[in-house]
């Protein structure tokens, strides 16, 4: 089964995933109830560099033999700030204060924890450094996190977090007799969209409470419609921004608006295309697209070469089995290919 949703509905069952926030007021959901590894992402877009971006603990005055657990999540000065107590004491960590994800661009958080052990996430560490140098044998890669991701252990011996209260979301209730000590602020100002708990995808559409805040995102969703038609037409996917969009085009089409069909080839088994790109590509994560239709059971699809001759990616159909391979000029030739799927004949 598949959903088609409305128009701003992205959710896999067409749930709502964004949600506004005008700073001074807040929305509730569902409590979470994370597992012994536990992972919570979310995305948010800003550029007042102080908010409450998340809070999930006590409402009320606590009585002695009430767990204080809690989880939060802080912008402090532009930089993600994350704290976490297990009922035994408060684990803080914040981002390099070089970090200002209040720039009017769309960052992901992912919050992951094993017990005791808390990694912080910025955007997946895409600024992160890539290090790669030249082996005996082999080519040796290692990344530098420092930039874009903070970890550490909660204190003393509690291990997990034991939470019924309610998830609030862009802010808290101040009207309830709790003042939130743990908290530096207590509201946020800008959008938040696909708030992830452990695989369960939060519909932001329908809190249970909300004040100061709307469903969907108007300060991206807006420019996603041009005189009441799709920015991106029919063939596009739209990806709002602040005052701006891009478009993600379905397979076949390409364009500012994906407005251009992308011309077909055939191929004889003996004939090629030899294309040269007129960008770099980036170093960290490339997506590459192509439509393949064929009766044949072995063959090469693509191949993507370095101007030096130094590396390729390759894309080959081997016994119905699509297969991929990549190869640096200090290895020795890859001697079989890497299953990545099946391409069934057609």
Known sequence: MRCQCP?????????????????????????MRPCFESHLSLEFITEVVDGLLLYSGPVAQLQPWDPEDFVAIELINGTPTLKVNHGSGTLVLQLPGNVDA????WHRLDVRSNGKEVR????????????????????????????CEVSGVT???????????????????ENLPYIYPQLLH??????????????????????????????????????????????????????????SFSCQCLPGFSGQQCEREVPSYSFDGRS????????????RRTQVQVLVRTRKASGAIFSLTAVEQSEYLRLE??????????????????????TCGHHPSS
């Open 120 to 147: 912080f996430t910025l955007d997946r560490c895409a600024t992160g450094t890539v290090l790669e140098t030249e082996g005996v044998s082999n080519w040796l890669m290692t990344e530098d996190h420092s930039s």
């Open 317 to 338: 159909r081997s016994e119905i089995l699509l297969s991929a391979q990549e190869w640096r000029r200090s290895e020795a030739p890859p001697p079989t290919l890497r």
């Open 7 to 31: 128009l701003q509905y992205k959710g896999p069952q067409c749930q709502q995933t964004k949600h506004s926030f005008h700073g001074n007021g807040y929305a509730w959901f569902p409590p």
């Open 272 to 283: 090629h295309v030899h294309l040269r790109l007129g960008f770099p590509i980036p170093a």
């Open 186 to 243: 207590k509201h946020f100002s800008g959008c938040i969209r696909n708030l992830v708990v452990d695989s369960k995808v939060y519909d932001l559409g329908s809190p249970a409470d909300s004040q100061g805040s709307s469903p969907g995102c108007a300060r991206t969703d807006g420019n996603c419609v041009s005189l009441g038609y799709p920015s991106c037409g029919p063939r596009g996917r739209c990806l709002g921004e602040w005052g």
């Open 155 to 173: 204190p003393n011996q509690d291990r997990h977090l034991n939470m019924t209260q309610v998830l609030q979301v862009g802010g808290v209730n």
């Open 102 to 105: 209040a720039d009017r661009r």
